[in-house]
Protein backbone atom coordinates (compact mmCIF):
# COMPACT_ATOMS: atom_id res chain seq x y z
CA UNK A 1 0.00 0.00 0.00
CA UNK A 2 1.31 3.12 -0.85
CA UNK A 3 1.46 5.98 1.05
CA UNK A 4 0.38 9.61 0.14
CA UNK A 5 3.90 10.93 -0.30
CA UNK A 6 4.52 7.50 -2.64
CA UNK A 7 1.19 8.18 -4.51
CA UNK A 8 2.34 12.04 -5.13
CA UNK A 9 5.67 10.77 -6.74
CA UNK A 10 4.01 8.06 -8.96
CA UNK A 11 1.98 11.51 -10.20
CA UNK A 12 5.03 13.46 -10.82
CA UNK A 13 7.01 10.35 -12.52
CA UNK A 14 4.56 8.06 -14.01
CA UNK A 15 6.96 5.76 -15.25
CA UNK A 16 9.72 6.17 -12.82
CA UNK A 17 11.59 2.67 -11.39
CA UNK A 18 13.10 2.64 -8.57
CA UNK A 19 15.54 -0.26 -7.20
CA UNK A 20 17.20 -0.70 -3.63
CA UNK A 21 18.46 -3.49 -1.90
CA UNK A 22 16.57 -2.05 1.31
CA UNK A 23 13.49 -0.01 1.70
CA UNK A 24 12.80 1.75 5.21
CA UNK A 25 9.49 4.18 6.40
CA UNK A 26 11.15 8.13 5.64
CA UNK A 27 7.81 9.13 6.97
CA UNK A 28 8.75 8.04 10.43
CA UNK A 29 11.98 10.38 10.35
CA UNK A 30 11.23 13.26 12.20
CA UNK A 31 9.60 16.30 10.10
CA UNK A 32 10.47 14.63 6.55
CA UNK A 33 6.46 14.05 5.91
CA UNK A 34 5.98 17.56 6.69
CA UNK A 35 8.94 19.05 4.55
CA UNK A 36 8.05 16.53 1.47
CA UNK A 37 4.88 17.91 1.61
CA UNK A 38 5.57 21.53 1.69
CA UNK A 39 8.59 20.99 -1.28
CA UNK A 40 7.85 18.71 -3.67
CA UNK A 41 11.67 18.40 -4.83
CA UNK A 42 12.70 17.45 -1.11
CA UNK A 43 14.30 14.40 -0.63
CA UNK A 44 16.28 12.07 1.52
CA UNK A 45 19.33 14.15 1.14
CA UNK A 46 17.66 17.17 1.67
CA UNK A 47 16.64 15.82 4.84
CA UNK A 48 19.69 14.84 5.85
CA UNK A 49 21.87 17.71 4.57
CA UNK A 50 19.42 19.87 7.15
CA UNK A 51 19.86 17.48 10.23
CA UNK A 52 23.37 15.94 9.80
CA UNK A 53 27.07 17.51 8.59
CA UNK A 54 29.47 15.11 7.07
CA UNK A 55 31.63 13.99 9.72
CA UNK A 56 27.96 12.75 11.12
CA UNK A 57 27.87 10.66 7.63
CA UNK A 58 31.42 9.74 8.40
CA UNK A 59 30.89 8.24 11.48
CA UNK A 60 27.79 6.18 10.93
CA UNK A 61 29.65 4.38 8.47
CA UNK A 62 31.60 1.86 11.03
CA UNK A 63 27.91 1.20 12.43
CA UNK A 64 26.80 0.00 8.94
CA UNK A 65 30.12 -1.72 8.01
CA UNK A 66 32.00 -2.44 12.02
CA UNK A 67 35.18 -3.97 12.14
CA UNK A 68 35.02 -7.44 13.29
CA UNK A 69 38.29 -9.36 15.39
CA UNK A 70 38.96 -12.64 14.76
CA UNK A 71 39.63 -14.66 18.03
CA UNK A 72 40.24 -18.06 19.14
CA UNK A 73 38.57 -19.80 15.55
CA UNK A 74 35.42 -16.66 16.52
CA UNK A 75 34.42 -13.89 14.82
CA UNK A 76 33.22 -10.69 17.22
CA UNK A 77 31.96 -7.22 16.88
CA UNK A 78 35.05 -4.98 17.50
CA UNK A 79 32.92 -2.89 20.03
CA UNK A 80 31.73 -5.48 21.89
CA UNK A 81 34.89 -7.71 21.93
CA UNK A 82 36.23 -8.82 25.45
CA UNK A 83 38.42 -11.41 25.56
CA UNK A 84 38.47 -12.29 29.21
CA UNK A 85 34.23 -12.55 28.61
CA UNK A 86 34.78 -14.56 24.96
CA UNK A 87 37.50 -17.48 27.18
CA UNK A 88 34.64 -17.25 30.03
CA UNK A 89 31.81 -18.48 27.31
CA UNK A 90 33.95 -20.28 25.48
CA UNK A 91 34.52 -22.24 29.08
CA UNK A 92 30.98 -22.03 29.97
CA UNK A 93 29.87 -23.48 26.84
CA UNK A 94 33.06 -25.91 26.42
CA UNK A 95 34.13 -25.03 23.53
CA UNK A 96 30.77 -24.33 21.08
CA UNK A 97 31.82 -21.73 19.24
CA UNK A 98 28.76 -20.99 17.85
CA UNK A 99 27.16 -20.25 20.92
CA UNK A 100 30.29 -18.20 22.23
CA UNK A 101 29.91 -16.31 18.96
CA UNK A 102 26.48 -15.70 19.78
CA UNK A 103 26.72 -14.65 23.12
CA UNK A 104 29.52 -12.73 23.04
CA UNK A 105 27.95 -10.46 19.99
CA UNK A 106 24.33 -10.25 21.79
CA UNK A 107 23.39 -6.58 21.69
CA UNK A 108 19.83 -4.88 22.47
CA UNK A 109 19.53 -2.63 19.72
CA UNK A 110 17.66 0.16 21.64
CA UNK A 111 21.47 0.75 23.13
CA UNK A 112 23.24 1.76 20.49
CA UNK A 113 21.31 5.31 21.51
CA UNK A 114 20.38 4.78 24.70
CA UNK A 115 22.69 8.11 25.49
CA UNK A 116 20.66 10.07 22.76
CA UNK A 117 17.22 8.69 23.51
CA UNK A 118 14.17 9.80 21.93
CA UNK A 119 11.02 9.37 23.47
CA UNK A 120 8.80 8.72 20.59
CA UNK A 121 11.11 5.77 19.03
CA UNK A 122 8.59 2.95 19.01
CA UNK A 123 9.82 -0.76 18.81
CA UNK A 124 9.25 -0.55 14.94
CA UNK A 125 11.87 1.80 14.54
CA UNK A 126 13.96 -0.11 16.97
CA UNK A 127 13.15 -3.40 14.83
CA UNK A 128 13.75 -1.41 11.60
CA UNK A 129 17.24 -0.09 12.50
CA UNK A 130 17.82 -3.95 13.82
CA UNK A 131 16.52 -5.20 10.11
CA UNK A 132 18.80 -2.34 8.18
CA UNK A 133 21.88 -3.60 10.51
CA UNK A 134 21.15 -6.97 9.84
CA UNK A 135 21.18 -6.33 6.07
CA UNK A 136 24.39 -4.48 5.99
CA UNK A 137 26.81 -6.61 8.74
CA UNK A 138 25.56 -9.60 6.63
CA UNK A 139 26.66 -8.24 3.44
CA UNK A 140 30.33 -7.74 5.60
CA UNK A 141 30.81 -11.04 7.00
CA UNK A 142 29.59 -12.30 2.99
CA UNK A 143 31.96 -10.35 1.98
CA UNK A 144 35.20 -10.74 4.59
CA UNK A 145 34.55 -14.25 5.30
CA UNK A 146 32.49 -15.66 2.52
CA UNK A 147 28.70 -16.33 2.08
CA UNK A 148 26.96 -19.29 4.15
CA UNK A 149 29.61 -18.82 6.74
CA UNK A 150 28.37 -16.87 9.06
CA UNK A 151 24.57 -15.14 10.11
CA UNK A 152 23.44 -11.91 11.73
CA UNK A 153 20.11 -12.50 13.41
CA UNK A 154 17.94 -9.91 14.54
CA UNK A 155 14.73 -10.90 16.58
CA UNK A 156 12.43 -9.81 19.40
CA UNK A 157 12.48 -11.19 22.96
CA UNK A 158 10.71 -8.46 25.22
CA UNK A 159 13.21 -6.15 23.68
CA UNK A 160 14.81 -6.51 19.89
CA UNK A 161 18.28 -8.09 19.75
CA UNK A 162 20.81 -8.38 17.16
CA UNK A 163 23.56 -11.04 17.06
CA UNK A 164 26.14 -12.65 14.98
CA UNK A 165 27.32 -16.36 14.99
CA UNK A 166 28.17 -18.92 12.38
CA UNK A 167 25.61 -20.99 10.86
Same mark, same amino acid.
Given at each position: ?46 ? %? ?12 ? @? !???? +??? *? ?57 ? %? ?12 ? @? !???? +??? *? ?16
Amino acid at each position: MDTKLEEQDKMKYPNKITKSLKTISLERLPGYKDYKEANLDWTIGSY %LNMKYNILDAISFF @K !LYFP +NFI *QYKDCIFLEDRFNSEIVDNWLQEFNDDLKRVEYMSNLYEVKDLFHINWLEDVSSFDIKE %LGDILQFSWQLNLD @K !LFGE +NIY *QVDCFEEEEIYITISRK
